[in-house]
């Protein structure tokens, strides 16, 4: 027995697995306990190692020939960017990152998470404790990247950098989903199956409720809700149980984006305690003050500007805002997120980050406020709103055509400005023109409601008793998303005020129930020329493309339109009340 292998193996081993102390003993243990075969072979190689230029040459031989001595490892070879290598697995190529501090132990199965393609954890497995990874590793490829909330923001994501070659693990704690996913099924209309399952062929997309699989990223994506509770006050729930369940995962370099949108400040208060308290840290320095900081592991905002259903933008297309704790953060989420859009715009921290998406959303929020005010006074006036609007739009430069509606939905608009007001009042500040967006917006189905029964008065008719048919409950035309959706407010209201209530929804043929709602005893009526006919109103709130508006105002007795959806129709126009 060579007894400075034995002291050098020791003393890699000690290093390697600082930050997991518990591998470090079941390690220990299997080598010395039931792979004694196997501790000789390390110490032969180890006492080599001794004799190499550098330590981590030395490392890295040993390494290798390790690999190559445990039967079953499989063939290891250079992978395209030294000094990483790959490895074939039972079910496919594993990348290992042997930066100084990565083994692969064999039998000790106690000690190692599974090959991230190795679910069964047979053959081979890895575990990776700490890897050299430079912010430049990010623009590399062979990475592998965690996406914690496979929703409208989280999925599109993920295939999008499978598109790109990386492998993606998504995180989600519904098991529904995750089991869907891994039989490359959707479950939103807009993002394609076959991408799904071909990804899950490729064994390049996988889900998972399993978290403790986070320390094998190399980086992790927060794409989880940010909803308003009950008082409508930030819920910061999902993003501060991420961090929670990332920070005992937590690896030396990886990179964490929080891409859930949210108040400036967020990243900095919420996540990055809780990610610290583990030992590792990540200094707060704005980009420009201390560039050379030396940080454990990179924290960045980035926040997605998904538009559900846009045909024209998607997400390679639009540009992305970056901020970093310090700047090797940003430098890592720059690197990595230039792979997959066209364009990366660096701030100077994160809350610039933060900030910059509430203003894009506060922007449209007061926007659509301002057209939907515009549109009351024009009622009165008695204008047509929408022919002022086209008209306006015409001009080339310095106006943005906004569309007035029957209120605001989807997960952002109606919530997000809210964040920065709530964060406002910390510094005694009234965010004044969210407050009243706000309650203008919030009006507006209380004035379509108004503006039905108005409609029904005019025939004769109490909106008490009366049947209303309302066309499309999804926010916004051609999209399977009701979350917020005006709708739901209008249908309660309705019921309120004692209309016999029905609906038509192509994307929804049934509705579940909701937080707040529950009309799960409705169906979606057919859109029969005797169906239409036999409601006192048919209430047009969501313009969904496949509505033929001219054999739906044929057959109607009454049409209260609330997106001028009936702007081309002539033939029984007389039908037909906008508001
Ligand atoms: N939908 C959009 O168009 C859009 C656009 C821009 C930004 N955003 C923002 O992106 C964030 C995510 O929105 P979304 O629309 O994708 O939401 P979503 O509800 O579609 O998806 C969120 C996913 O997270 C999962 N989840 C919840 N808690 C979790 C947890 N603790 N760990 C792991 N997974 C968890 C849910 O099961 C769900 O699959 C929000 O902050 C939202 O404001 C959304």
New binding site residues.
Partial sequence: MDFRGLAVFFLLTESALAVKSNACMAARRSFLGSDAMLLAIICTISSVACSAKSFDDAFRTAFLCLLIGVPGAGKVRPAKSPPFYQMDTCAGVCQIHTGGAAWLFHKAESCYSQCSFCESAKGAELTIMGTERKPEFFGGKDLHIGI????????PLALRFCEMGQRVTG????KQ?VDKLNAGQTY?LHIPEAAIAKFVGQKRFGATTD?TRLKEMDAVLI?????LDERREPDL???E??AR?IAPNLQRNQLIVL????YPGTTEELVLPILEAGGLKCPIARAGTNDNVQTDFYLAFS??????GNKQFGLAQIPKVVGGINLPSRRAAELLYGQIVARVIPVSSTREAEMS?LLENIFRSVNIALVNELKLLSQRMGMDIWEVIEASATKPFGFMAFQPGPGIG???IP??PYYLSWKAREYDFEARFIALAGEINTSMPYHVINAVADALNQRRKALKGSKVLLLGVSYKKDVD?L?ESPSLKLMQLLNERGAILHYNDPYFPQLQKMRHYDYSHLKSVELTPQNLAAYDCVLLATDHSSYDMQAIVDASQLVVDTRNATRRITRNREKVVLC
């Fill in positions: 914690v909330g496979c929703g409208y923001v989280g999925l995180f989600d704690t519904d989903k939103i978290f794409c989880v809700p940010t909803p729930s999902y993003v149980e991420t369940a891409e859930s949108t949210t926040p997605e500007r998904e538009d559900p998406k989807g997960h952002c919530l997000d998303d979350r």
